[in-house]
């Protein structure tokens, strides 16, 4: 299933451009010609809403960040600032670009190099002095500091709660019940149709994945599977429509950027589908480890929640980016480059923007001089690939800032950023309550925007390794009262630790009779069995010539 080498050839006077032996469109795939900075932690503190719990000045559990300064040696787009920039008295705002975008075309590069890693403050990480206060105020409602458990729960028996997509597009297309292959079936997936069994068994086997914590050479899905699971997507993506309306509860969630274990633990702090809903803001690969898991797993739970469980377009979603920071890369290593295309392909069928009980506007980015009606939104046609300039460049790329102009030029080299009269305008216009949205690094995983009017989620803590950050998710009641659950880093000896004792207890677990016999209900259990004992030592047989010892197979005949 790894990729197959080939020469990368490229005809000047053809539009298409051959990448490791995959022909794409140039005008589908735009080379990205500015350079993706790594996500701005540019604080932004003032006083806070009563909409959400807390009335003091402090707008997170912990004081803001002091300033990173740009790093030696990288291009400053490359550079993460947490400083709170005041624009005050800068140049006039650069002109408002139009919707379309006429910029030519390059290839897309055959080896690009390795992003360059975020620069560490030297306040970052210097304490968490306000979780208390912040808990008593009700703001903070749970904050966890351990990794997962060890024991993912069953899919196949969870049944989605009540919809709360309240203007539907078109009619899902429902994923067929089937019965379980035979014994002498090859393969769970003998044709591209995936049907819910398939389903349940993906979503397990990449939950076990989770817990064996372990990064393997392959991915516990078949290139088949992926395949299966990217075209199901996109057809459910393009029948619910390009701006979500959903009703509370619900949880929201910002950037992921591929830590796979920080996200099986933030599904064990706030619940698994469907025992919560969740609208995610984008930026699910890049960067971290295990890219493909993160997103095969919410592709899954996208697909057997379907109204229930959202995903919107983050500016990492598209294929200039991936393919320089990291997501194009693990695709080819760990599977081939059709695989990163299928994702692409998905990737360019995500819808946009969300709101939340009419009062909260969700956004990865940020807002956008070309937004002028929600319709706007609306009528932004799919699949699309992310433009140059213009509205969906902006919704995705674009960042608030403290500043007197409206609208200026963004140090991201990308997009604009805009101002607190911009967002009350905005607010006042459509009679919201709330921007939320996600795009930054911030040092408590959330952090309010003058008087609470504008609050950016992060979900990955400790991002890329080096930063000391936590992450957030926020919660939505039904009452509209909005409160947020965090994720403390961990150390790497700190994770081993307790990924060893997880894998015990999880081990103990599957060694039970009722364990053997929820396994003997099916040939599909047996077969998933057997299937994972063999992937599981190849991807140890193939990172280590060792021999096996009787205890490794062990570990490995109750893997699955």
Known sequence: ????????????????????????????????????????????????????????????PRNSIANLGDSNGLDKADSVSTKPRSRRGSTASAPVPGNDSTAKLDAVPDAPQPPPSPVHGASVGTGHTHVD????????????????????????????????????GQPIPRIPDAPAPSDGAGSPMETSALKASDLDDMIQRLLDAAYTGKVTKTVCLRNAEIFAVCSAAREVFLTQPSLLELAPPVKIVGDVHGQYTDLIRMFEMCGFPPNSNYLFLGDYVDRGKQSLETILLLLCYKLKFPENFFLLRGNHECANVTRVYGFYDECKRRCNIKVWKA????????????????????????????????????????????????????????????????????????????GKKVIMEFLQRHDFDLVCRAH?????????FSDRILVTVFSAPNYCGEFDNWGAVMSVSGELLCSFELLKPLDSSQLKSHIKKSRNKRHSMLNSPVSFRHMANGAVAIHRAIYNIYRSYTDIYCTASESVSSELLTFLFFSF
Request: hydrophobic share 30%; glycine share 8%.
């Open 440 to 448: 930054m690094v911030v040092e408590d995983g959330y952090e309010f």
């Open 343 to 418: 994702f692409v392909d998905t990737f360019n069928t995500l819808p946009i923007a969300a709101i939340v009980a009419q009062k909260i506007f969700c956004v990865h980015g940020g807002l956008s001089p070309s937004l002028s009606h929600m319709d706007d939104i609306r009528q932004i046609a799919r699949p699309t690939d992310v433009p140059d300039y213009g509205l969906l460049n902006d919704l995705l790329w674009s960042d608030p800032a403290d500043m007197e102009n409206d609208w200026e030029s963004n140090e991201r080299g990308v997009s604009y950023c805009f």
């Open 1 to 60: 299933m790894g990729n197959q080498p080939s020469s990368n050839k490229k005809d000047k006077g053809d539009k298409t451009l051959v990448v490791d032996g995959v022909s794409l469109e140039r005008d589908q795939y735009r080379s990205f010609d500015r350079t993706d900075t790594k996500e701005s932690s540019r604080s932004i503190r003032n006083s806070i809403r009563s909409k959400i719990p807390g009335s003091g000045k402090t707008d997170s």
């Open 133 to 168: 206060k912040a808990k008593e105020t009700g703001e903070v409602d749970h904050v966890s500091e351990v990794p997962p458990t060890g024991v993912p729960p069953p899919s196949a028996a969870a049944q989605p709660g009540e919809s709360i997509l309240q203007k539907k």
